[in-house]
């Protein structure tokens, strides 16, 4: 008799093991390199394959860390960093240039378990805006902390700190000599702005903001997104990226945001928490909320732009109403996706 009890109280603990391991082990991650006209008429084969190879490099660093157990935070912001440092993207090096020729950094991260967030805001000498992010949110009682002030705590936090000529690149520099000529051309045939999407309007728009979200073994969900804003941008502006809510938010109870496009719209619109709150209060699913956020709201209004969201569960919806976004993702099954144009 004690035989069978203990054998059923070995069966018990085996299987409850068992059964941790299994929920312990559906991770996922979703990651972006941002949205706008990006036509294949436009790109070459080899430009076309070194953004396929950082996408897939920033994704399989964060999906290393979710399958060694660690958690999502250290996942997004690790596949960010990586971004952040390559310049194809408008992230750290490679951030594109304000009217007065400089690139101020945005960044922001929530952690979806505790639902903590921290955000900077028009840096230039922080070598990782994300990681400045990051350091608000774990090393100090405040939320956002922009320019100067988010510099010196970021210095005395030990980060990274650089020239700011450290993000310049040749291709962003001649970016901006040329939206500048198109302002002037804009200007000339002002009309209106609610087309829906933008790429009519602004055939040279792109957004070339970094973002990724995951989800861990633990069942928490993260959120990250850095960026240089828009090309062109004047007078301190602070786009969405930055604003949680808008650009960036994480709750384990809904799903993590992600965002990339024209973030005026994005802030007024709420977008990454109207995306969590339509799961939470109208039950809507991970692809309907964020479908009905990207390709009905912000077409309505005019503003061009995507998301990459994940849910609890590791459902992962990549929605965009620009011609192309820069996307990748490793599913709960391990399977992997890159895609850049709409087709795919
Ligand atoms: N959303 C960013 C901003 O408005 C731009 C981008 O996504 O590239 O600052």
Known sequence: MKRFIYFFILLFIS???????????KVAIAIHGGAGTIKRENMSPEREAEYRAKLEEALKAGHKILEEGGNSLDAVVAAIQIMEESPLFNAGKGAVFTNEGKNELDAAIMDGQSLQAGAVAGISTVKS??????AVMESSPHVMMIGKGAEQFAQEQGLEIVDPSYFYTDTRYEQLQRIK??????????????????????PDRKF???????????GNLAAATSTGGMTNKRYGRVGDVPII???????????????TGHGEYFIRSVVAYDIAALMKYKGLSLNDAASQVIKEKLVEMGGGGGVISIDAKGNI?????????????????????IGIYEDE
């Open 181 to 202: 000529n198109t302002e002037k051309q804009q200007l000339d045939h002002d009309g209106d702005n609610r087309q829906g999407l933008l790429d009519q309007k602004f």
């Open 15 to 25: 299987t409850s093991v068992l059964g941790q391991n299994q929920t312990r082990g």
């Open 129 to 134: 805006p994300i990681s400045a992010a990051r």
């Open 208 to 218: 070339g903001t970094v973002g990724a979200v995951a989800l861990d073994m633990d």
């Open 245 to 259: 809510g808008a650009g960036t938010y994480a709750d384990n109870n809904s799903c993590a945001v992600s965002a």
């Open 317 to 337: 919806a990549l929605p965009f109403n620009t011609a192309g976004m820069y996307r990748a993702s490793i599913d709960t099954q391990g399977q992997m996706y």
